[in-house]
């Protein structure tokens, strides 16, 4: 766990984006251009790279995804990740470790040591709170978090409960984790996943008469933020489950396809106004 502060305009897009897999063959190359060139489009944008951003698995793992169109070695695919990045490194305003560098922790940190030290991008460690402010005080605190064991499933008949079903496991993981933070975020299961705050029918009275409202977004600068209140996001991948011509292991695990792509969180005039997913 990590603590950061960052300074940033009152109307900007934040990306977060993670699971890119440099390295494997089946990542989605086209997608992390497209990403690229968004965000050089406006001088507003910026991202937080959730982890995972190298294969960095050996021969003998049954995840191993190598052909000519791969990159067999760890070392050569962060440099890779290096290049990637490095028009839009100034934007990165986190990077976080993930479990697949991990794999590899014996021979050194891939993720601090070569691609957040060549980039100029702060090393969020696993976890990371990131505090966001203004000139006017603080937007809203950040919990960003590669994630954790196991994944996030249904086996719910009906699309709409199966949904539900993700979504709620989405928000009991993560909301206990932190009190203070608007949004919270988890990468690792490879689903794109937004849960915006609850819009709850509330009842109060004015003195009068019994008047309706409806719970919403809580104030991203308070110490305490119900958790209904909350933006959860799980963060999507860019790993491809298809590719003509080859095969990847999430094919032959029999995986169902999920959505690629990353969430972007929308702020104007200093307070998040929207997460919105963007598709790969």
Not at 16 to 43: A, P, Y
Not at 63 to 89: D, H, M, N, S, T
Not at 91 to 97: D, P, S
Not at 241 to 257: F, K, L, N
Request: glycine letters at 10%.
């Amino acid at each position: 766990m990590i603590l950061y502060e960052r300074k940033i305009p009152k109307s900007c897009e934040i990306a977060l984006i993670g699971d890119t897999h440099e390295g494997n063959i089946m990542v989605h190359r086209r997608g992390l251009e497209r990403f690229s060139e968004w965000m050089k489009e406006k001088n507003n944008r910026y991202f937080c790279h959730m982890g995972d951003e190298v294969e960095a698995i050996t021969s003998d793992d049954k995840r191993y995804e190598y052909e000519k169109e791969g990159e067999p070695i760890p070392l050569r695919q962060a440099q890779a990740v290096v290049e990637q990045f490095r028009p839009i490194r100034g934007r990165g305003l986190v990077w976080l470790y993930g479990n697949h560098p991990e794999q590899l922790r014996r021979f050194g940190n891939l993720t601090r040591d070569v691609v957040c030290k060549q980039l100029g991008i702060p090393y969020g460690t696993w976890t990371c709170k990131l505090r966001l402010f203004t000139d006017s005080g603080q937007v809203c605190k950040l919990f960003l978090t590669h994630g954790f064991r196991g994944t996030l499933s249904s086996n719910a008949k009906d699309e709409e409960q199966r949904r539900a079903n993700m979504a709620a496991a989405l928000k009991r993981r993560l909301s206990t984790k932190a009190s203070d933070c608007l949004v919270m975020a988890m990468g690792h299961t490879h689903k794109l996943i937004v849960v915006p705050p609850s819009h709850r029918l509330i009842l109060s009275d004015d003195g009068d008469e019994i008047v309706q409202g409806y719970l919403g977004q809580g104030d991203g600068a308070a110490k305490y933020i119900e958790p209904d209140c909350r933006w959860y996001l799980n963060t999507g991948s860019y790993l491809r489950m298809y590719s003509i011509g080859t095969d990847g292991y999430a094919e032959r695990a029999g995986y169902d396809p999920v959505e690629l792509g990353h969430p972007v969180i929308r702020i104007q005039g200093g307070k998040v106004v929207d997460v919105v997913k963007c598709f790969a």
